[in-house]
T-cell receptor, first 117, second 112 residues
Framework: GAVVSQHPSWVICKSGTSVKIECRSL??????MFWYRQFPKQSLMLMAT?????????EQGVEKDKFLINHASLTLSTLTVTSAHPEDSSFYIC?????????????FGSGTRLTVV | DAKTTQPPSMDCAEGRAANLPCNHS???????VYWYRQIHSQGPQYIIH???NNETNEMASLIITEDRKSSTLILPHATLRDTAVYYC?????????????FGAGTILRVKS
């Protein structure tokens, strides 16, 4: 079945630095990927939709200059948290849309735990 | 996409069936019901989806009422590993790349 690999699984960074998270579709091509953020005891919140070869579409309230998304190939999307601050500490999850009639539509990565100190 | 309503939490004894309800009274004719679950600190996992007929796979069964305004996810023999947050989502299936929006979900605790 469709597999999405997310890396790193956890990262600790200093306040003010940038962190890049990778999301790869291993055995299929994903024209569209999604990035979510999840705070403790809360549901997943969609941050942005990433389309290969074009600019990402951000949800209302998400700062596009802070959360840079690049989807340069059909198997890789990256999320860069720029100038990270402690309030950016969260669980970040990517998802790739799968194609085909009858497809359940989405495969999720295992998530990245970001801690900003 | 139609909104869903789920109870915030449920308990289930190990080995018994877990029945998780979902209300989607505003569902439209071309919208499917999807179920995902999220085990602590992992990405969501697909469980099952359906349009109007009941569905069954190796993980669970999905029962959708005739008027499609509600559904029930059934885990026939719950184990401790089924403890997770279960999300019921309604959306159109045939539009590739449509975003998936999660509600609050139901925390299922399976107890020995």
């Amino acid at each position: 079945g469709a597999v999405v690999s997310q890396h790193p699984s956890w990262v600790i960074c200093k306040s003010g630095t940038s962190v890049k998270i990778e999301c790869r579709s291993l055995d299929f091509q994903a024209t569209t990927m999604f990035w979510y953020r999840q705070f403790p005891k809360q549901s997943l919140m969609l941050m942005a939709t990433s389309n290969e070869g074009s600019k990402a579409t951000y949800e209302q309230g998400v700062e596009k200059d802070k959360f840079l998304i690049n989807h340069a190939s059909l198997t890789l999307s990256t999320l860069t948290v720029t100038s990270a601050h402690p309030e950016d500490s969260s669980f970040y999850i990517c998802s790739a849309a799968t194609q085909g009639a009858g497809s359940y539509g989405y495969t999720f990565g295992s998530g990245t735990r970001l801690t900003v100190v | 996409d139609a909104k869903t309503t789920q109870p915030p939490s449920m308990d289930c004894a190990e080995g018994r069936a877990a029945n998780l309800p979902c209300n989607h009274s505003t569902i439209s004719g071309n919208e499917y019901v999807y179920w995902y679950r999220q085990i602590h600190s992992q990405g969501p996992q697909y469980i099952i989806h359906g349009l109007k007929n009941n569905e069954t796979n190796e993980m669970a069964s999905l029962i959708i009422t005739e008027d499609r305004k509600s559904s029930t996810l059934i885990l026939p023999h719950a184990t401790l590993r089924d403890t997770a947050v279960y999300y019921c989502i309604v959306r159109r299936i045939m539009e590739y790349g449509n975003k998936l929006v999660f509600g609050a979900g139901t925390i299922l605790r399976v107890k020995s």
